[in-house]
């Protein structure tokens, strides 16, 4: 048995162990249960489950996950789409996510994948200083489908990445002081 204060009590029996403990106020919590003999301890066990469920808690909250978004093109995207697919993919990238890049051919379009690895290519040289391909560009069936993830140090904190609420000029109410003659309109009701 071990005491509340952490030290070793020595081998104790069950009923004497239990007396102990609640001459103390405090539970007998069985630490070791397959040890020969087992071994008990003296705690507050509701404490000890509140900080074992802080420290579970703290852990969570240092945790990342990374999700992998999707972005898709046609080998015929337009430069202003592109241009907005692009935005979407440095954000994401910003944000630590990676970022799945996938070609859709249709019809006979899929004659000429070399289209669809230009435009690949051409994303990639425009994210170049924050992205790394992480997987190359492949064919799946009709697709072609490149992984993009974030550059080692680009990635910028949440707080950064949310737009700071603009705050709007408060409305000034109309001057009571008029021009000499001219009366002010009555007010509203």
Do not use: W
């Not at 000429?112 to 435009?119: R, Y």
């Not at 790394?132 to 910028?156: D, N, Y």
Request: a positive charge; proline letters at 9%.
């Amino acid at each position: 048995m071990i005491g509340s204060d952490g030290g070793q009590v020595g081998i104790v029996p069950t009923h004497e162990a239990l007396r102990m403990a609640d001459d103390q106020g405090l539970d007998l919590v069985e630490v070791s249960p397959r040890a020969m003999p087992p071994v008990c301890r003296i705690m507050d066990f509701g404490r000890f489950k509140y900080q074992e469920s802080k420290k579970e808690k703290a852990s969570r909250k240092h945790q990342s996950t990374v999700v992998i978004k999707e972005i898709k093109f046609r080998p015929k995207t337009d430069t202003h789409d592109l241009d907005f697919k692009l935005k979407h993919i440095r954000r994401f990238l910003g944000e630590g996510n990676k970022v799945r890049l996938m070609i859709v051919f249709r019809g006979r379009e899929i004659v000429h994948p070399e289209t669809g690895q230009a435009m690949l290519d051409l994303v990639f040289k425009e994210v170049t200083e924050i992205a790394v391909i992480e997987q190359k560009p492949s064919m799946e069936g009709r697709r072609m489908v490149m992984i993009l993830g974030p550059r080692a140090g680009t990635i910028r904190p949440a707080s950064s990445l949310q737009p700071t609420p603009t705050v709007a000029p408060a409305l000034r109410p109309p001057s009571a002081v008029g021009t000499e003659g001219q009366s002010s309109p009555p007010p509203k009701t």
